[in-house]
């Protein structure tokens, strides 16, 4: 399942000014719990920056992967003006996005090979990384909870993709393992399949080995492997899921 284009460009703009306004007058060295070795400052610079790139690819519908750009030339010297410079990027995205047909082809590191993946993936980042900074300053958090199962649907169709940047991934293996992911608060239930050479969902899969239950938000942030503050229902092979937490996080 996935989202109308307006819909996601409009929650990209307002993730990004929740982030930005979490940030505002915040220590830009404040930790971020959900990424360990992270300060704000960094999150912002990341999430700027990936902001960007994407609109690059988008504007180009790089028809193969680009080099990436390491450094960006617009950031700012004071990592106090970060959160103004994220909410730039995100307008220039926007301005991007919004002349772009979702149904473009073009190059995508997933299996969707459109524009609408890179459109997808960067209001995914950008939930979730708004997230993890107002969880850095005490900020109270939430998430519509069909976005978040949006967001547990992307994350899960394009994970075995991610093994060229993510080699960990490649740790997903097994004999026919079947791993139930399920929305407590929806009607939504993925089935992921552990192969021998490879895995990936099962929409056919029958009973599960294990299963991991929670309310769309909560389940988005155990996918990412964040900290998850409501309740978490684990049920079956409790070691196939230590595997699944030890190898999915990119």
Do not use: K
């Amino acid at each position: 399942m996935s989202l109308s284009h307006v819909t996601y460009r409009t929650a990209i703009a307002r993730e990004t000014q929740l982030l930005a306004r979490a940030a505002t007058g915040a220590d830009p060295a404040s930790p971020v719990p959900g990424c360990p070795d992270w300060t704000l400052a960094d999150l912002l610079r990341h999430t700027g920056n990936l902001q960007r790139w994407f609109t690059v690819l988008l504007r180009d519908l790089a028809p193969q992967r680009p080099a990436r750009p390491e450094i960006d030339p617009d950031l700012p010297a004071d990592p106090a003006q970060y959160p103004g410079w994220l909410v730039e990027g995100a307008a220039a995205a926007d301005a991007v996005m919004r002349d772009t047909d979702p149904d473009a082809g073009m190059w995508a590191w997933g299996p969707d090979q459109h524009a609408r993946f890179w459109v997808r993936r960067m209001l995914l980042e950008t939930l979730v990384h708004r997230l993890d900074g107002e969880r850095a300053v005490g900020r109270p958090t939430g998430v519509d909870p069909v976005l978040a199962a949006d967001g547990v649907d992307e994350f899960l169709t394009n994970l075995p993709y991610a093994t060229p940047f993510a080699p960990h991934v490649s740790g997903l293996r097994g004999a026919g393992e079947v791993i139930s992911f399920e929305c407590a608060d929806l009607d939504r239930r993925w089935a992921v399949r552990l192969g021998a050479d490879a895995f990936g969902l099962d929409p056919d899969a029958g009973t599960a080995h294990a299963t991991v239950r929670a309310d769309a938000a909560d389940l988005l942030l155990f996918v990412y492997g964040r900290p998850v503050p409501g309740a978490v229902s684990r049920l079956g092979d409790d070691a196939l899921i230590a595997r699944w937490c030890a190898n999915s996080r990119f």
